[in-house]
């Protein structure tokens, strides 16, 4: 065990053994933002040791959608049924060596699959190729975390890992406004009635280095949620959980399962035989989790184009769209006109503010 090791060790024990109460909360703020520096450190020195390297992905397509699992969870099986890529499956560990790229095309959405090597327990310290594997990860429109029905616990240690090295699943950023200044102390204000003390709140802040900062909290945060504001390298990315080789389990043992699942997965969860093909529920959950939207381009005096769909994110507008078509279109607006769930009435007149829908018509007049 290493120094780092130690004083980690010795901190979470410390965090343990203190309860939580008026007179200890700053104290365990302190504790909690030390935690989180010393861990950082070892991260740091994880790098350092191994070269700092990652994988080169090439993002294409609309989104890219990363498989994360413990090796030979069938990662590869799944990303063959779903794209067709060549990626190698054994019954051994360690078989994907590198990142093997797919492509699926559902609902006109162009989805980049990847298929990358297997974590381990520790992966975030660097274990087993660990952070150069989690490097890829961070660069996900979504990931999907593969778990073997027989060792149900790996769920657990991917989530671990994937929160150690700074990805939060399922979350947005904290609400959390912290605005850096050469002198004047701390200023920290709310408009709410915060669980968290000012005095606490500034034990964290102090820990972590940040000293002369004003500070807008506008959600009921928590000491870990501040601790990722003034961190700024966390990634925040949908994530859905697909327990697989249910091919493999007798009822009774696919209803142990999806107890677990109902009980300790927080993510929405699927169940799945990567070797049947039969995942028209993963794509479709795949696209959902994107919150995408597809919007159908009508030229003028022509039919609208049904075939290739422009996928946008929902809530996007019109500005949106004309910036994803090209920048003069942008520039050049005067006004566009929807067929849709968007208006009122078909073939509305609308300006760059106007909201999209799902399967909308648009024609750009420039």
Not at 73 to 93: F, Q, R
Not at 259 to 275: F, H, M
Request: charged fraction near 35%; hydrophobic fraction near 35%.
């Amino acid at each position: 065990m290493t120094i780092i090791d130690e004083e980690i060790k010795k901190v979470e024990e410390e965090i343990r053994n203190t309860p939580y109460n008026k007179s200890t909360e700053q104290h365990i703020g302190l504790l909690k933002a030390k935690l989180a520096k010393l861990k950082q450190k070892k991260i740091e020195k994880a790098e350092k040791e191994t070269g700092g390297k990652g994988y080169a992905i090439e993002k294409s397509g609309d989104a890219t959608i990363i498989l994360v699992g413990f090796p030979s969870v069938g990662k590869s099986t799944l990303l063959n049924s779903l794209t067709g890529a060549e990626s190698e499956v054994a019954n051994y560990d360690f078989t994907t060596l590198e990142v093997i790229p797919g492509a699926l095309k559902y609902k006109g959405a162009n989805f980049q699959i990847l298929d990358v090597p297997g974590i381990i327990s520790g992966a975030s310290e660097g274990r087993g190729r660990g952070r150069e594997v989690i490097s890829v990860f961070r660069s996900a429109d979504l990931l999907i975390l593969m778990v073997d029905p027989f060792e149900i616990e790996q769920y657990k240690k991917i989530k671990k890992e994937l929160y150690e090295s700074g990805v939060r699943l399922n979350s947005e950023p904290p609400d959390v406004n912290i605005r850096r200044r050469d002198s004047g102390g701390l200023e920290i204000s709310s408009p709410l009635n915060l669980t968290m003390s000012k005095d606490e709140i500034g034990a964290i802040l102090k820990e972590s280095g940040v000293i002369n900062v004003e500070v807008v909290i506008r959600e009921d945060v928590t000491a870990e949620r501040l601790i990722d504001a003034i961190a700024r390298n966390r990634r925040y990315i949908p994530g859905l959980v697909v327990i697989n080789k249910i091919d493999l389990l007798d009822e009774s043992s696919l209803e142990r399962v999806k107890r677990y699942g109902e009980g300790e997965i927080s993510e929405d969860v699927l169940y799945i035989s990567a070797k049947s093909g039969k995942l028209e529920t993963l794509k479709e959950e795949m696209f959902e989790k994107l919150n995408f939207i597809r919007i159908y381009l009508k030229p003028r005096g022509k039919e609208a184009d049904r075939e290739e769909p422009l996928i946008l994110k929902e809530g996007a507008a019109i500005e949106d769209l004309c910036r994803e078509i090209h920048r003069d279109f942008e520039e050049k607006f005067r006004y566009a006109r929807v067929w849709g769930e968007s208006v009122k009435h078909p073939g509305e007149k609308v300006g760059k503010n106007h909201e999209l829908s799902d399967e909308d018509i648009v024609s750009v007049f420039t």
